[in-house]
C-alpha cells in the first residue's frame, strides 16, 4: 500500500502479485483456513486495480473473474459471513466499472445489480451494518450512476451521484475516517463530471471544489489519486462525461 500510495505502481504490482501467490501456496495446503482464500481474493481485487492503472484491462479482468470464483468458494463455506458478502458485492462493483471502460454496459448493469442487491439485503437483515459499513451503500449508489452515465442518463446519474455524496455528508467531522474522505470526493468528482456533461458549469465547479476540500490528506500520489478517480468514476460516461 505504501508503494501505492507514493505511486511507484510497478513495485506495488509485484508486492501485491507476490502476496496473491504466497496467499495462493497456503490455500493449496490441505484443510488450510478459509482466511488465506480471503486474503488471496482481497489481494486479486488490488492487484486489479493496480492493472487498470497500467492500462492492462485483460489482466485486470482475469483477476477479478478469479476473485468473484473465489467469493463464491467463501459464501459457500459461511453464508452467514456479512465481511465475506460484502467483499463479494464489491468485488462485483468494481468488475463492473472495468466492464463500462470496455463499452460492456449490459453485463456491468448485472455485476452492479447484484452486487447491489447482496448489500441491501445485508443491511435489511441487520440495520446496525448500515451505520458501519455505508461506504458500502456509497459504491452501489455510484455503480448506478455509472450505469446510468453509460445509456446516457447524464442527469439521472448525477442525481444518484449527489445522493451517495449526501449519504457520507453525515459522517464528514474532525474525525471522519479517511475511507469516508476519500468516498465524499468519488461521489463529489463523479457528481461534477456529470454535470459538466449536462452543461451545467456552476453545479460542475461546486462538486469538484467540494470533492478537493475533503479528499483526505494522506490520500497519496495525486497520479494514483487522479487514475482511481477516473477508474471509479467516469468509467462507464459517453460523450462528455467520459472525459
Request: charged share 25%; proline share 4%.
Amino acid at each position: 500500500e505504501a508503494a501505492e500510495r507514493s505511486g511507484r505502481l510497478d513495485r506495488a504490482l509485484e508486492l501485491r502479485r507476490r502476496q496473491v501467490d504466497l496467499a495462493g501456496a497456503m490455500v493449496a495446503r490441505p484443510n488450510s483456513d478459509r482466511e488465506f482464500l480471503r486474503q488471496q481474493s482481497v489481494g486479486r481485487q488490488r492487484l486489479a486495480g493496480l492493472y487498470v492503472q497500467q492500462g492492462k484491462l485483460a489482466e485486470a479482468e482475469r483477476h477479478f473473474q478469479l476473485a468473484l470464483g473465489e467469493h463464491r468458494i467463501l459464501n459457500k463455506t459461511e453464508a452467514s459471513n456479512v465481511d465475506w458478502a460484502l467483499n463479494d458485492a464489491n468485488s462485483r462493483l468494481n468488475y463492473a466499472a472495468l466492464l463500462l471502460l470496455k463499452g460492456e454496459v449490459p453485463a456491468a448493469d448485472a455485476l452492479v445489480r447484484a452486487g447491489c442487491a447482496t448489500i441491501e439485503r445485508i443491511y435489511r437483515r441487520d440495520p446496525a451494518v448500515e451505520k458501519v459499513r455505508i461506504n458500502d451503500q456509497v459504491s452501489c449508489l455510484l455503480g448506478r450512476a455509472r450505469v446510468a452515465a453509460a445509456r446516457g442518463d447524464l442527469a439521472g446519474g448525477a442525481r444518484l451521484a449527489a445522493q451517495a455524496a449526501s449519504l457520507v455528508r453525515l459522517e464528514l467531522g474532525p474525525r471522519t475516517r479517511p475511507s469516508s474522505r476519500f468516498h465524499y470526493a468519488r461521489a463529489e468528482t463523479l457528481r461534477g463530471v456529470l454535470l459538466a456533461g449536462v452543461g451545467d458549469q456552476a453545479g460542475a465547479a461546486a462538486a469538484f471544489r467540494a470533492a478537493a476540500d475533503r479528499a483526505p490528506p494522506d490520500a497519496g500520489h495525486p497520479q494514483r489519486i487522479a487514475t482511481r478517480l477516473l477508474f471509479l468514476q467516469g468509467a462507464g460516461a459517453s460523450g462528455p462525461a467520459r472525459q
